[in-house]
């Protein structure tokens, strides 16, 4: 069982900067992509970024586009969002997670998710 754990949340102020991390106990073939994840409290949890391992292909939320960059270390199996711009409803648990199927499908391996708190 392929294990996700996030690092990298906190407090932050409106316009600042958080870079998550998520590494992988290990890659199996069946992982296709990695997403990023947030769910604020009384709301659905919401793709925001994923990238595909194969050739780096990415897939943003329009909320975050512009502001959020995924990437990836294949040697690492480690992940990345970079958060810019941060704004208050960006606050939310974010979670990683692995998906067999495609960008923005099939996600079924879910780290323990991080908090990030963006004041204004």
């Known amino acids: 069982q392929v294990q996700l754990v996030e690092s990298g949340g906190g407090l932050v102020q409106a316009g600042g900067s958080l870079r998550l991390s998520c590494a992988a106990s290990r890659r199996t073939v069946s992982s296709y992509a990695m997403g990023w994840f947030r769910q604020a409290p009384g709301k659905e949890r919401d793709l925001v970024a994923s990238?595909?391992?194969?050739?780096?292909?990415?897939y943003y939320a329009d909320s975050v586009k512009g502001r959020f960059t995924i990437s990836r270390d294949n040697a690492k199996n480690t992940v990345w969002l970079q958060m810019n711009s941060l704004k208050p409803e960006d606050t939310a648990v974010y979670y990683c997670?692995?998906?067999?199927?495609?960008?923005?499908?099939?996600?079924?391996?879910w780290g323990q998710g991080t908090q990030v708190t963006v004041s204004s």
């Open positions: 990238i595909r391992w194969s050739d780096g292909s990415t």
């Open positions: 997670a692995s998906s067999p199927l495609s960008l923005r499908t099939g996600y079924r391996t």
